[in-house]
């Protein structure tokens, strides 16, 4: 892992929104400065060319006393999730070890911030809690080879996949995607990480912390269809667009897995770290009316 990772960040200030770098000072504003990247998608988009820039022109750019991370990326593509990914939750949940990737969805609404609220359902007494390993696609991907597939992926962040399992379970067929896609069921940072900064994605440390408890904690090497693996299998399927994610699956501890079971309830304060990403925190609050 490199001693300093650079840590892509996209925010909100009383007057704009922008992008740019967290640096050990505070945060650096580079879409104030880079006029043809004034988004993160935009940057995506060039990174090519942008990339290698970034370090030279940082200490150019305006360096923030007061601002609000969001996620990422907003939510303007595809949020595609795989259930059932790790080889240690499959032993854990009693499940035969998946032969090709279970791939599901999540709605428009689900994808929020560090520090966002996530609200519990009225309609739910079984919210659970997933620390996954987020995909960030850079480029457009259709019929991929799985051996040019990490070409086609931008970089990785934290998210954690909410799942209210009386819905995806208790309902009938399963309702995966509505119990996947209560608002504010996909926080995302804090920040994107660009691939080169990692090594390894499949081997990182993951963890989820619940009120500084830690409740899961595994290894993306557990992981049983790697990021390039999980790229050539959707883009079969689907085209990928720059700015789509792809949540990777979840390691063992999740809550409904527990005896007694663990759900999350008001007050709870929710954290996933993956090494190398940062740690995402996300508190939970009460039911909305």
Known sequence: MKEKILQLVRFQTESTESWGVQTDEGVRDLGAILKTCPTMLDAIGQWEQLGSQVE??????????????????????????IGLNYRDHAIETGADIPTEPVVFNKLAGTVCGPDDEIPLPQVSQQVDYEA?????????????????????????????????????????????????????????????VPKSEIADPCNLRIQMRLNGETYQDSNTGQLIFSPSQLIAHLSQCTILQPGDLVFTGTPPGVGAARNPPRFLTPGDVCEVEVEGLGVLRNPVVAAQQ
């Open 132 to 192: 996954e390993l987020v995909l960030v696609i850079g480029k457009h991907a259709w019929n991929v080879d799985e051996r040019e597939a990490d070409d086609f992926i931008f970089g990785y962040m934290c998210g954690h996949d909410v799942s209210a399992r009386d819905w995806q379970k208790g309902r009938p067929g399963g309702q995966w995607l509505l119990g996947k896609s209560f608002p504010n069921f996909a926080p995302t940072g804090p920040y994107l």
């Open 56 to 81: 030279s022109v940082l200490r150019d750019a305006p360096l923030l006393s007061d601002c609000q991370l969001l996620s990422p990326l907003p939510e303007s593509g595809k949020t595609i999730c």
